[in-house]
Structures are given as C-alpha cells and as structure tokens.
C-alpha cells in the first residue's frame, strides 16, 4: 500500500480549536496530511491569505511539536484554484472535511457528489465535530470577537492575541 494523502481544505479565518482537533484526529488515518488555506476571497476574510496561513503553520507546528500527529507528516499550502486541481497537484486520494450540524452535511454532501464527479478516484472523508467543538465556527469567533465578546476558549492563546490585535486594526479602521 502507497503513502495515504490526505488534504483538509478550509479558509481558516481564523483557524480554531475545532480545526486543530480535526486536523490531529486526521493524522491517526493518513501518513501526510496537506492543510490548503484557501484564498475564497468571497467570504471577507478578516485575515489575508498570507496571515492566515502563518496562523495555520503556527498551529501545525505547535501539534507536531507536542507530538500530537501520530507521527504523520504535516504541510501547510496555500491555494486558489478548483479544490480537486488542488488535492491532485499535490498527489493526494483523500479530502478531509469536518461536520458540525446538520446543516454542515448538506452542504457537504453537495461538494462531496460534485468533487466526486470531477475526481472519481479521490475519496471525500467526514469527521464529525468533537461534542466539545460542535459549535465553533470562523464566522462566530469572528462576529463575537467583533462586539466585544470573549473567544479565548474558541481558539489558542497564540491565535487569540492575533485575532484581538486584527480586530482592534479593524476597529482604528472604521473609525
């Protein structure tokens, strides 16, 4: 049996504990594990590619430092293109997605049929939120962080000192 390639794609705007838990219980399955950062400039992000995928490979490095990747190889890459040209550029069989909700599975379940359609061989892997994470996402420690409220039990402490100096530029902006 060949080297298991795994990516977990995301925007990772910021990345959350919700992230990391699915990205260390991704390494149990795979022998390498690429996190794609995506661009989806769509989505306003609050941080720009290149913040976010210092963030991300800060966060991979703290998990492998701690030899939380069951000894799984981890890169962090950024990417814009179509997710599948992405997975296949870099050799993988394997996409790694997250569900919290059921509101998550549908949408999921939509991208999953589709990739498949482009990618026939590359196989789409759902992790269900850990009970603890179920409810975070980028966009709520976003808009709380935003009105004032406390995300420090959402993300690291290294993630939420950037996330709190992000939001006091943003806030210097608007004024």
Do not use: W
Not at 51 to 68: C, I, K, P, Q, S
Not at 153 to 171: G, H
């Amino acid at each position: 049996m060949g080297v298991r390639v795994g990516v977990y794609p995301g925007t990772f705007d910021p990345i959350h504990n919700g992230h990391t838990d699915i990205i260390r219980r991704a390494t149990r399955m795979l022998d390498k594990l690429i996190i794609g950062v995506a661009r989806n400039a769509g989505k306003g992000p609050l941080f720009t590619l290149e913040e976010r995928t210092r963030l991300v490979e800060r966060e991979a490095a703290m998990l492998m430092a701690g030899n939380r990747t069951n000894g799984c190889q981890v890169e962090v890459k950024s990417f814009s293109n179509l997710l599948m040209h992405f997975v296949e550029d870099q050799g993988g069989q394997i996409i790694i997605r997250g569900l919290r909700a059921v509101s998550d599975f549908e949408y999921e379940f939509q991208m999953g049929a589709n990739n498949a359609r482009l990618s026939p061989d590359i196989e789409t892997l759902f992790l269900m939120a850990a009970e603890t994470t179920q409810f975070i996402s980028s966009r709520f420690v976003k808009e709380i962080g935003l009105l004032g409220g406390d995300v420090s039990s959402f993300v690291s402490p290294q993630v939420y000192t950037d996330v709190l100096a992000k939001l006091e530029e943003k806030r210097a902006l608007q004024q």
